[in-house]
């Protein structure tokens, strides 16, 4: 039985002689629905009385009024299920759209955290060639003063060594 929608449809019954009910036209009803179609009307809202003929088939008013109930019933049932089909597709749809949402605000929390590491790792490497810069001037620096006080330093022994020769040929020549 498909379709959601209630619509109104003609379907005449006949009985057939062993009292089986068959559609003529209009919706097929399965062996569950015609036996509770036969049985007697429950005590809840629906009148008891049963009215045979002399060949003992179900009075025809009674019947159809049965199957417009039982039919009723299955729209009912299958309304029913179609809202609770819409209300679960619903439900999952805004379970869809909020997981998703979480997911693009967790997306964009670790996208913000990657470019702030980022430009973290940026600072920090623009500070260690800062630093590099510094201490290659630094040792530039070092190395032209080692420079510098090697050069004094072999010009002072040299002007020292010149004055120690000087003095000591002038020693050498008053006591010779």
Known sequence: ???????????????????????????????????????????????????RSASGAVNDEELKKRIAEELALERARRDSEAQKRRLFGKLLERERISSNEHLTRAILRERAATEEERQK????????????????????????????????????????????QKAADEVSSRFK
């Open 1 to 51: 039985m498909g379709g959601g929608g209630s619509s109104t449809r003609r379907v005449t019954f006949e009985a057939d002689e062993n009292e089986n009910i068959t559609v003529v036209k209009g919706v097929r009803l399965s062996d569950s629905v015609i036996d509770r179609m036969k049985e007697p009307s429950s005590p809840h809202g629906r009148p008891q009385s049963q009215h």
């Open 121 to 164: 790792a940026q600072r920090f490497a623009k500070q260690l060639d800062e630093k590099d810069r510094e201490l290659k001037k630094h040792d530039a620096y070092y190395k032209e003063q080692l420079a510098r006080l090697e050069e004094r330093s072999a010009q002072f022994y040299k002007v020292t060594t010149e004055q120690y």
